[in-house]
């Protein structure tokens, strides 16, 4: 079965720290676009962050910008989404998911939701006091 399982969501105060992991299973990332896209309650989902399938290229949504970190480890298999100076409003579902080849291998500041596939779960990020 082809599909990405995201981990490491919580609890966590403002201006904590978590750090998202996405692995995949049946299949190899490297050659994959990554997305995070994150989906609050009432809201529609929205990208995050991507990174290409070389690692060269990353994106970041305004919101996240310096304060969130993508990376991938291809040896792993694993997409990483490190969040640091967590806000109340970072508060959603986390969800990884890949982008489909014959869109690219690369990223789009503004990504279409329709362009990803092998949607995981998701994780969820909690932050309160």
């Known amino acids: 079965q082809l599909q990405l399982v995201e981990s490491g969501g919580g609890l966590v105060q403002p201006g904590g720290s978590l750090r998202l992991s996405c692995a995949a299973s049946?299949?190899?990332?490297?050659?994959?676009?990554i997305g995070w896209f994150r989906q609050a309650p009432g809201k529609e989902r929205e990208g995050v962050s991507c990174i290409s399938g070389t690692g060269y290229i990353t994106t970041y949504a305004d919101s996240v910008k310096g304060r969130f970190t993508i990376s991938r480890d291809n040896v792993k298999n694993m997409v990483y989404l490190q969040m640091n100076s967590l806000k109340p409003d970072d508060t959603a579902v986390y969800y990884c998911a890949a982008r489909i080849p014959s869109y690219g291998r690369t990223c789009l500041i503004n990504p279409r939701l329709y362009e990803y596939r092998y949607w995981g779960q998701g994780t969820q990020v909690t932050v309160s006091s």
């Open positions: 049946g299949f190899t990332l490297d050659s994959n676009a």
